[in-house]
């Protein structure tokens, strides 16, 4: 169960305090949009959702959030294919698997097109000279196609998958729809986020995780970390200030604090945050209001935040030592 679920649907009386405690100040964040104060409430909807049900919903929000690491990659020449393993694991697990005919065939039918849909992003990075602001619409709506299919199989679950799943219909998901709200979306990122990037090299993580320590928080892994920010991207209509959204960004920050204090060797490779890389701002993204909504991590006191991390080190029995907890402090 991913940790946003974990604070939401059940709640750890022990992991609430501690998180509460000393829970950035709501009134300290400020947003882009100069008609609107942040976690106001205050946005008006210009990307309204298109689809309807918990599951299509959850897809969009997924699929969007593989757009926007195209984009980002693009833009960058970050690397983006090695952050679709997700997808290729569970295609993995699929095939071993399948034992009857039609799971067999649905398996290899699914390899297939993840390979068709590398392909296809390899194309738009390497040949494909255009970017986002001249694709004719219709490539970027096949981009948009391949990020829903990759979602969707990243989201299969990874035991007993053929109990969960009907091999008939399982593309059908991806409807007309649904891509429709992704691009929808994503248009509204994009014309917010690049135009504002200065011409340079950028520190990127996508997903970043934080070793042994996320996995005690069942899967706690954030969404993006880009030039010393920590993004967290909301896609529901939902606006506004949620204690449990916040508490999700601010764990997510805890948890980066107390794997750097560690300074432990497992926490190298692309989707760790490297030790030397700061995070100074915390940030929402809503691409449905189009609201970015920042908080500056200067405004957060020492004292409580050694404080914290003391008590979250304990909590999750991370046995790292104080000293060096307050050493990174």
Not at 101 to 110: D, I, P
Request: hydrophobic share 40%.
């Amino acid at each position: 169960m991913a940790f946003s679920r974990i604070l939401r649907e059940h709640s750890d009386p022990e992991l609430d305090k501690i998180l509460l405690q000393h829970l950035p100040n709501k009134d300290l964040f400020y947003t882009n949009r100069t008609d609107c104060t942040a976690l106001s409430g205050e946005y008006r909807l210009i990307a309204d959702s298109k689809v309807s049900g918990a599951n299509q919903r959850a897809l969009a929000g997924a699929a969007f959030d593989y757009m926007a690491r195209i984009l980002i990659s693009k833009r960058t020449g970050h690397n983006f294919l090695f952050h679709t393993t997700n997808a290729q694991r569970a295609i993995e697990i699929v095939q071993k698997e399948a034992k009857t005919s039609e799971q067999q065939a649905f398996a290899y039918s699914l390899r297939k097109l993840y390979l068709e849909s590398q392909i296809r992003i390899w194309r738009y990075f390497y040949v494909e000279e255009q970017d986002f602001y001249t694709d004719p619409a219709d490539t970027f709506r096949d981009i948009c196609k391949v990020a829903c299919f990759i979602a969707l199989i990243d989201g299969l679950p990874h035991l007993n998958t053929f109990d969960h799943i009907d091999c008939k219909k399982f593309t059908e998901t991806i409807t007309k729809s649904l891509v429709s709200d992704v691009l929808n979306m994503t248009y509204k990122f994009a014309n917010s986020f690049f135009p504002s990037l200065p011409e340079r090299k950028h520190n990127i993580v996508f997903s970043p995780f934080f070793f042994g320590l996320s996995g005690k928080l069942s899967g706690a892994v954030a969404d993006l970390y880009f030039d010393e920010t920590l993004y967290e991207f909301k896609t529901s209509r939902y606006q506004g200030y949620r204690q449990d959204d916040l508490a999700q960004l601010w764990g997510y920050y805890l948890i980066d604090c107390l794997a750097k204090a560690s300074h432990d060797k497992r926490m190298i490779g692309e989707r760790y945050i490297p030790f030397d890389w700061p995070i100074n701002r915390l940030a929402f993204y809503r691409p449905r209001f189009n609201a970015y909504e920042y908080y500056d991590l200067k405004h957060t006191k020492k004292e409580e935040l050694l404080e914290t991390l003391l008590n979250f080190n304990n909590y999750l029995r991370a046995k790292i030592s104080a000293d060096k907890i307050e050493q990174f402090v």
